[in-house]
């Protein structure tokens, strides 16, 4: 499978929902401390065409490519428009790019309303018409595409939020991650949180929702575990996963195996997890050389996962194989 070699250290990589060979990627200069950013859409099946070539040819070249002035930290597709998506900003923008449109012409929408960097973005699954922003001036807002302002800002956390997930089942639902130690359950419908749960005695870094159980939360901190938590009952965490060296910078539940969840950390490590079972880990990849940013899994092909990092490299390739195997 390919593997891209990034014009910046990677921070996070997405899967199209559409299009089963296209990935987006958000990259920024020097670890997103000052510089451009660099928003990337890359085709799969041409890369592992020019692979094959004689030689191993290097990697095409992106199909959308489009700098920005301030360091990117996620990433996200559209769930209902097949060319749109948006892109979390270090100068608290949230942007949104066409790459049906020449770059000339992006992005399309410049969203400016949070006071602090955006570092996380989620794009509604089943409404499919609104997407989530997370930010460190400690709030998350809720945006529609078609509109110049935020829908509505949420209130609560007491430290940065760094990541937020919806719900695969419940349309008006999601769950935050903070520097407060804290995940946030919320309903859009509601004024409040609707659960606050001291997840960890770190800071909260990543989450995410079981596509198959719609109680089953995820989340990984600073204290380099992960703990997955029954909302029902969310007094202690249902199982607890050790593994990872340093701090855990996102996880990611499997759209198509129960149980199954991805997760990358700071000591260049991306595993796989089976939560439910005593020996919980599955996998352990150790071909990044730096710190791991961005993981996914396809919703469109089975297995098939994606990682980047600050070593400048993305790569792609089916659960149960080397990533490196070209």
Same mark, same amino acid.
């Given at each position: 499978m390919p593997a891209f070699k990034a014009p910046a250290p990677g921070f996070s %990589? $997405?899967?199209? !929902?559409?299009? =089963?060979? $296209? @990935?987006? &990627?958000?990259?920024?200069?020097h670890f997103g401390l000052v510089g451009n950013g660099h928003l990337l859409v890359l085709d799969l099946s041409a890369a592992a065409a020019a692979a094959a070539g004689p030689g191993g040819a290097p990697t095409p070249a992106p199909l959308f490519a489009f700098p920005t002035s301030d360091a990117l930290f996620d990433c996200a597709w559209s769930e209902s428009?097949? /060319? @749109?998506?948006?892109? &979390? /900003?270090?100068?608290? /923008? %949230? $942007?949104?790019?066409?790459i049906a449109l020449p770059p000339a012409q992006n992005p399309v929408r410049l969203l400016r309303e949070h006071a602090r960097e955006v570092h996380g973005l989620d794009w509604n699954p089943v409404r499919r018409d609104a997407f989530l922003s997370a930010s460190w001036d400690d709030t998350l807002k809720l945006w529609s595409p078609e509109r110049p302002a935020s829908v509505r800002t949420f209130r609560g956390h007491e430290y940065c939020v760094y990541a937020a997930a919806w719900s695969a089942r419940h349309p008006d639902v999601f769950a935050s991650a903070s520097g407060d130690r804290t995940a946030r359950v919320w309903d859009v $419908? =509601? !004024? &409040? !949180?609707? @659960?606050?749960? !001291?997840?960890?005695?770190?800071e909260v870094l990543s989450l995410d929702w079981d596509k198959y159980d719609p109680s089953i939360l995820a989340t990984g901190s600073v204290d380099k575990s992960i703990r997955v938590w029954d909302v029902r009952a969310p007094r202690a965490p249902m199982a607890q996963l050790a593994g990872h060296g340093y701090a855990v910078k996102r996880v990611k539940f499997s759209p198509h195996r129960q149980g199954m969840l991805m997760s990358c950390s700071y000591d260049m490590t991306v595993c796989m997890w089976d939560y439910r079972k005593e020996d919980a880990l599955l996998a352990r990849y150790g071909h990044h050389t730096e710190f791991v940013a961005g993981i996914d899994m396809s919703v469109l092909v089975e297995g098939l996962l994606a990682s980047t990092g600050w070593d400048e490299m993305i790569y792609v390739w089916p659960f149960g194989s080397d990533p490196r195997a070209m």
């Open positions: %990589v $997405r899967f199209s !929902p559409f299009h =089963e060979q $296209r @990935l987006l &990627a958000a990259a920024s200069q428009h097949e /060319s @749109l998506c948006a892109a &979390a /900003s270090g100068d608290g /923008s %949230v $942007r949104l790019f066409d $419908r =509601e !004024p &409040a !949180p609707t @659960l606050v749960i !001291p997840a960890h005695d770190h």
